[in-house]
């Protein structure tokens, strides 16, 4: 119901679109509006972000997450190949037990094929994650550091086939 929309709330939208800030918010009467790069969202509320978590990964088995995916864990011999949704580590330079929780403020990692270190807020408005998904990527950590943005981009840290031993493979499903 827009019924209690006046020209001043039309005027802030148009202001909204025309800002130079990709992501912004309004909290209107009975109505929510947010500029996420090229969309409009219009909603009675917002979206609620996901709580933070941190849960251990069983190796091999899997774990569902709270936003609602599966993130399953596989020991194999040979590569496989990944994708967004897949990866895979040598075991052998890991250290176990794996955790898996959502994004904090301060967040780095080491994308592969890149050299130095990343934030994660600047990750995500490079790749254009918007504010209310950001929250929902599942990260894997092994020994506090970030090895896998999972669904999105891996580090450069225990690439398989680099040394012997076992395969990690991770999927999200």
Partial sequence: DLQRLEALHLNAIDDLLRAERSQAQLDLPDCWV????????????????????QLELPVPGELILPCGRILRAFLQ??????????????AAELRFPLVVR????????????MQGEKRLKRFFGDQKVELEQRNRVPL??????IIWLAGERRSRL????????QILRLELV
């Avoid at 947010?34 to 978590?53: E, G, K, N």
């Avoid at 190949?81 to 040598?90: I, Y």
């Avoid at 959502?102 to 094929?113: E, Q, V, Y």
């Fill in 140 to 145: 894997l950590l092994s020994a506090g550091a």
């Fill in 102 to 113: 959502n994004w904090r403020a301060g967040d780095s990692f080491a994308p592969a094929g």
């Fill in 158 to 165: 225990a690439l398989a086939g680099q040394s012997a031993g």
């Fill in 34 to 53: 947010a500029r996420r790069y090229h969309d409009l969202w219009l909603r009675s509320t917002p979206q609620l972000p996901l709580s933070d978590y």
């Fill in 77 to 90: 011999d040979e590569q496989q190949g990944e994708s967004h949704c897949v990866a895979e580590f040598s």
